[in-house]
């Protein structure tokens, strides 16, 4: 058994059960996520796309046969995306993620094509190829608004905790830059979260917001 606490600046806790003191641990793994002491989720989204780069290289003649174009990118997104995007609904990405994300993409798109970096082939060209384009964001906004929608329509313990606030103040340190992404700010609009609350009570209110025509989970960055 082992101890993690999540802060800007973590401390090691004592904690005895059974007349033996628990581990402090910077991060662990349960159930296939991986929980770090900053709670950001960058880590986890590292290490599923290293899995599921594993998975495509394990099935690669597969993905890189004379089989049709459209067959093989159903392949890959049923047997590799689903390995990279387990847990993506409860991720809060960042734009570092965001840029992972959409690199593993263009790895997927490269590696069927078999086209090679040093080929000096621009992004937008093997889109072109492949007759796609760049959706992973979309998926994973999708399935978030998915799984928080259910959420919010029931009176469950994940609901409460979604809602719940932490008492005491946010001790200044005088750190600068911008707030930290929150679980639901991909999602939230101006209104806030009463107004996204009650568009989730609605079911087909809610399919029709954030269905097959969603955005991106974060916005673009100038290129």
Same mark, same amino acid.
Request: proline share 1%; charged share 35%.
């Given at each position: 058994?082992?101890?993690?606490?999540?802060?800007?600046?973590?401390?090691?806790?004592?904690?005895?059960?059974?007349q033996k003191q628990l581990e402090n641990v910077k991060s662990f793994k349960y159930l296939g996520s991986i929980s770090t002491n900053?709670?950001?989720?960058?880590?986890?989204?590292?290490?599923?796309?290293?899995?599921?780069?594993?998975?495509?290289?394990?099935? !690669?003649?597969?993905?890189?046969?004379?089989?049709?174009?459209?067959?093989?990118?159903?392949?890959?997104?049923?047997?590799?995306?689903?390995?990279?995007?387990?847990?993506?609904?409860?991720?809060?990405?960042?734009?570092?993620?965001?840029?992972?994300?959409?690199?593993?993409?263009?790895?997927?798109?490269?590696?069927?094509?078999?086209?090679?970096?040093?080929?000096?082939?621009?992004?937008?060209?093997? *889109?072109?190829?492949?007759?796609?384009?760049?959706?992973? *964001?979309?998926?994973?906004?999708?399935?978030?608004?998915?799984?928080?929608?259910?959420?919010?329509?029931?009176?469950?313990?994940?609901?409460?905790?979604?809602?719940?606030?932490?008492?005491? /103040?946010?001790?200044?340190?005088?750190?600068?830059?911008?707030? /930290? /992404?929150?679980?639901?700010?991909?999602?939230?609009? !101006? /209104?806030?979260?009463?107004?996204?609350?009650?568009?989730?009570?609605?079911?087909?209110?809610?399919?029709?917001?954030?269905?097959?025509?969603?955005?991106?989970?974060?916005?673009?960055?100038?290129?």
């Open positions: 058994m082992v101890v993690r606490t999540i802060s800007r600046q973590p401390l090691p806790v004592k904690i005895i059960i059974g900053d709670g950001r989720c960058t880590c986890e989204i590292k290490c599923s796309i290293a899995m599921a780069k594993a998975a495509f290289n394990k099935k !690669r003649t597969l993905f890189t046969t004379t089989l049709e174009l459209e067959l093989r990118k159903k392949l890959v997104k049923c047997y590799v995306w689903s390995i990279a995007l387990y847990g993506a609904e409860t991720w809060t990405l960042r734009a570092m993620d965001q840029k992972h994300l959409e690199s593993f993409e263009m790895w997927c798109c490269r590696r069927m094509e078999k086209i090679s970096w040093t080929g000096h082939v621009r992004n937008e060209d093997v *889109l072109l190829r492949v007759k796609e384009k760049r959706n992973i *964001l979309r998926e994973i906004r999708k399935r978030k608004a998915k799984w928080i929608g259910h959420i919010l329509r029931r009176n469950c313990i994940l609901q409460r905790v979604t809602e719940g606030k932490i008492q005491g /103040r946010i001790e200044m340190t005088g750190r600068q830059g911008r707030r /930290r /992404r929150k679980l639901l700010d991909d999602l939230k609009e !101006r /209104r806030g979260y009463s107004h996204l609350k009650e568009k989730a009570l609605d079911r087909t209110m809610w399919r029709a917001r954030f269905g097959k025509g969603v955005g991106p989970v974060v916005k673009q960055t100038a290129k």
